[in-house]
C-alpha cells in the first residue's frame, strides 16, 4: 500500500513495485543505503532523480541536484519484498497523490541494473579487460533486463539524435516513428527528450491503430548522461549501463537497424562509432541499415556531417549510410527492407535475432575513454593509420566535449583546467572546428532558452 504527503512542489512516499525487482539481499540493500565512498546510495539518487523529473527542460546535471536537495530515496526491505522509500521528490511524478505507473517501473529499473552491475563486477563475473568479456557483460546486463527476446523476428529500430532539436525535427522525428510503426518496428532510442522521445510517441499511435500489443520503447542510458537526458514518459523498458561505451554496444547489438536524426556533438559520437565498426574488414559483409534523415529544413545539416565523414574517413564510409531527407514513408520502407536482409543474414549464419553476435567491435571501441585533459591532447586525428582507427579516435573526441558539456566530471575538469585542447591532421581539425561552431549556432550543443554556450573545448588546427 503506498502512503503519500504533499509538499508545495514535493512528495514523499513509499513505492511498492509495479513490476520486475520484488528482491534483494541484505547485502544488497546495505549497499544501496551506504552513501560513503564506494557506496551505490549517490549514483542511486542521482539516477532516481533522473526519472523522477523526466520531461526536464534542462540538460545540467548539476542544477538538477541543485533543485532539489532535499531529495532523497532509500531502500525497505520488508517482509513481503522491496519498497522504496522517496523523501522530498518531484511532485510530477505523482497524480492525485500516487505514484505514475511508468515512474515506479523506471525507478526499480534503476535499483535493479545499478545493483546487478556493482555485484557482478565484484564477483569478477565480467572479465572487463578482454573484447569477448566486455560483449559478455553488455549480453548479461540486457538478458539480466529482459529485454533480450527469443523467438521474435528482428523488429528493433534504433533511433540515434539530438536533444535539443527544433520543432519541426522533432515533429519529424515523431513521423517517422509513425510510419515504423505502422509497419510492427519496436523503438529503441538513448531515453531522453528529442529525437529520442518523437520516435517513441509517433510508433505508440501506429501501433494503437494496428491493435499491436506488448510493444517495446527500450530507452539505454548511463550514469554519466542520465541526469542531463531524463528518460521520457514513453520509455517501458529502461536499461543503465556502466558507462558509454557499453551503452554503443548495447545499442549496436541489440539494434536491427539505426536511424540518425539531427543531432550535436552526442549524435557526432554515435555516427563515428558505428561507422568505425562497419568500416573493419571483418565486418564487410555484415549487413546493417543505417540511415540518416531529417525534415527539408535539416538538409544542410546532413549534408555538413556527409562532408566531414567523407573527408575524415574517406568515400568508402559513405557507402555503409543512406540519406533520406523529408520522407518518412521511404525511411520507414528501407528500413523494413533492410531488416529483410538482416533476418537473411543471421538465418544463413545461425546467429541469434535478438543479439548480433557476429558484429566484430575491437577493444578501441570498447575499453571506457576518460576524457581529461591530457587523454584528449593525445588522440592520433591524423589520417595516417586505417579509417576505422581514425574514426575510433574522432569518437573519443566528440564523447570528450559531451562530457564537458553536460557530465558533471567534465564540467568539473573545465573549470578548473580550461577548455579541452584538441590536435591532429590541419584539414580535419578545421573541418572539425566548423561543424561544432555550426552545431553551436544553431543551438544544438545546448537546449534553446538556457544560458549561452561557452565552448568546453579548442581545435587545434596549426
Known sequence: MEQSTAAATRFSARIAPAA???????????????????GLHPLLRRCALAVLT??????????????????DIQIL???????????????????????????NELLFAVVRDIIYVATQIDAGAFELDDTRGITHAVFEILRNARVLRSNVDPNLVVCWGGHSISREEYDYTKKVGYELGLRGLDICTGCGPGAMKGPMKGATIAHAKQRRHDNRYIGITEPGIIAAESPNPIVNNLIIMPDIEKRLEAFVRLGHAIIVFPGGVGTAEEILYLLGILMHPANA?????????????????????????????GDDAAKRYSIV????????????????KVRGYRLDNQDAF?????????????????????????????????????????RRAFSGIVAGNVKEEGIRAIE????????????????????????????????PGGSQYVPCYRVDAS
Do not use: C
Open 20 to 38: 520486475g525487482l520484488d528482491i534483494l539481499s541484505r547485502h544488497e540493500v546495505a549497499r544501496l543505503r551506504d552513501a560513503g565512498a564506494g
Open 354 to 394: 535478438f543479439f548480433n553476435w557476429a558484429l566484430h567491435i575491437e577493444s578501441e571501441f570498447q575499453i571506457p575513454f576518460r576524457p581529461t585533459h591530457e587523454a584528449m591532447a593525445g588522440l592520433n586525428l591524423h589520417r595516417e593509420q586505417e579509417p576505422h582507427r581514425l574514426a575510433a579516435d574522432l
Open 77 to 103: 526491505q520488508q517482509d513481503r519484498g522491496v519498497k522504496l522509500e522517496l523523501t522530498n521528490a518531484p511532485a510530477d511524478a505523482f497524480v492525485d497523490g500516487r505514484i505514475i505507473t511508468g515512474v
Open 285 to 313: 559483409s555484415l549487413p546493417f541499415p543505417l540511415i540518416f534523415s531529417g525534415p527539408r529544413e535539416s538538409a544542410e545539416y546532413f549534408e555538413q556531417i556527409d562532408r566531414f565523414l567523407r573527408l575524415a574517413l
Open 54 to 71: 523526466q520531461g526536464s527542460a534542462s540538460d545540467d546535471a548539476r542544477a538538477m541536484l541543485e533543485r532539489f536537495p532535499d531529495f
Open 325 to 340: 531527407i523529408d520522407d518518412p514513408r521511404e525511411v520507414a520502407r528501407k528500413v523494413h527492407k533492410g531488416i529483410d
Open 416 to 447: 578548473k583546467r580550461g577548455a579541452f585542447v584538441i590536435h591532429g591532421d590541419r584539414d580535419i581539425m578545421r573541418a572539425l572546428d566548423a561543424m561544432l561552431a555550426s552545431f553551436v549556432a544553431q543551438q544544438r550543443m545546448k537546449l
